[in-house]
């Protein structure tokens, strides 16, 4: 079977450090790879040095957001007054993934504004997607679409992980593919390993957390030992990104790492 592999994300993980830190922290914590949301409050050549320096490899980003309590902090893709934002936003992911060498962005859905009907939003999420598709294409990044449960993210576009791989399936690219968060399927939907089975050839990443309060692997309900085996079963050859908040503390959350590595 595939040996597992995990990416510190940084905006989770060794979030008792600033956030340039972080990249020195995981390296010494054993990670050789990291992701997180958003690199765009430093310039891209700053955090590739940090990356550089630490040994670490980028393995995901996410498209710009807007910030806590604001109308796209969850993204813009699906809102219909902000096609032209969408694109420069992508534009940007695309530029930044280049100079971090990430060859995964996340297209972050959005939130549906109030007064939008479902249908319109989801399709101009879909126009949307369809034309980061056509522009990432030779660029040699990946696309990954998440389905965000509606507990956390009231109001996401994507309803289910069953819709976001239909979106995968109707751009009909291998550079745009499913992220299949392991945290947000159990929250919104259940029956993980099942689904994650179904849906396995649209898979492009995974991130995992532990249900029901976010925390590491081994910490909430579900049994991880299951999960991984279904992982490695599947040989699965990415990243697994490490998208939790721990409960104690990053380096005393870590322990569940030796079980599965």
């Given at each position: 079977?595939t040996?597992?592999?995990?990416?510190?994300?940084?905006?989770?993980?060794?979030?008792?450090?600033?956030?340039?830190?972080?990249?020195?922290?995981a390296?010494?914590?054993g990670?050789?790879?990291?992701?997180?949301?958003s690199?765009?409050?430093f310039?891209?050549?700053?955090?590739?040095?940090?990356?550089?320096?630490?040994?670490?490899?980028?393995v995901?980003?996410?498209?710009?957001?807007?910030?806590?309590?604001?109308p796209?902090?969850?993204?813009?893709a699906?809102?219909?007054?902000?096609?032209?934002?969408?694109?420069?936003?992508?534009?940007?992911?695309?530029?930044?993934?280049?100079?971090?060498g990430?060859?995964?962005?996340?297209?972050?859905?959005?939130?549906?504004?109030?007064?939008?009907?479902?249908?319109?939003?989801?399709?101009?999420?879909?126009?949307?997607?369809?034309?980061?598709?056509?522009?990432?294409?030779?660029?040699?990044?990946?696309?990954?679409?998440?389905?965000?449960n509606?507990?956390?993210?009231?109001?996401?576009?994507?309803?289910?992980?069953?819709?976001?791989?239909?979106?995968?399936?109707?751009?009909?690219?291998?550079?745009?593919?499913?992220?299949?968060?392991?945290?947000?399927?159990?929250?919104?939907?259940?029956?993980?390993?099942?689904?994650?089975?179904?849906?396995?050839?649209?898979?492009?990443?995974?991130?995992?957390?532990?249900?029901?309060?976010?925390?590491?692997?081994g910490?909430?309900?579900?049994?991880?030992?299951?999960?991984?085996?279904?992982?490695?079963?599947?040989?699965?050859?990415?990243?697994?990104?490490?998208?939790?908040?721990?409960a104690?503390?990053?380096?005393?959350?870590?322990?569940?790492?030796?079980?599965?590595?």
């Amino acid at each position: 079977m595939t040996a597992l592999r995990f990416a510190a994300n940084l905006k989770w993980l060794f979030t008792e450090l600033p956030f340039e830190e972080r990249f020195d922290a995981a390296a010494a914590a054993g990670f050789t790879a990291v992701e997180y949301s958003s690199p765009y409050g430093f310039p891209a050549a700053e955090l590739r040095r940090r990356l550089d320096g630490a040994g670490l490899r980028q393995v995901l980003i996410n498209t710009p957001g807007g910030q806590p309590g604001t109308p796209t902090r969850n993204g813009s893709a699906c809102i219909p007054d902000l096609v032209p934002q969408f694109r420069r936003e992508l534009d940007l992911a695309l530029e930044y993934a280049g100079v971090l060498g990430s060859g995964l962005v996340h297209v972050t859905g959005g939130i549906r504004p109030e007064g939008v009907p479902a249908a319109d939003a989801f399709a101009t999420y879909v126009t949307n997607i369809g034309w980061a598709a056509e522009r990432a294409a030779g660029s040699g990044v990946r696309l990954v679409l998440e389905a965000l449960n509606q507990r956390d993210a009231p109001g996401f576009v994507l309803t289910s992980i069953e819709q976001a791989a239909g979106v995968v399936r109707a751009v009909g690219v291998d550079h745009v593919r499913l992220l299949f968060d392991v945290y947000h399927c159990q929250v919104q939907q259940g029956s993980v390993t099942t689904r994650m089975q179904e849906l396995w050839p649209l898979v492009g990443h995974i991130q995992v957390a532990d249900a029901p309060t976010r925390t590491e692997p081994g910490t909430g309900e579900l049994n991880w030992r299951f999960v991984f085996d279904r992982i490695r079963a599947l040989d699965y050859a990415g990243w697994i990104g490490c998208e939790y908040r721990p409960a104690n503390g990053t380096l005393a959350g870590l322990s569940w790492l030796a079980d599965y590595t």
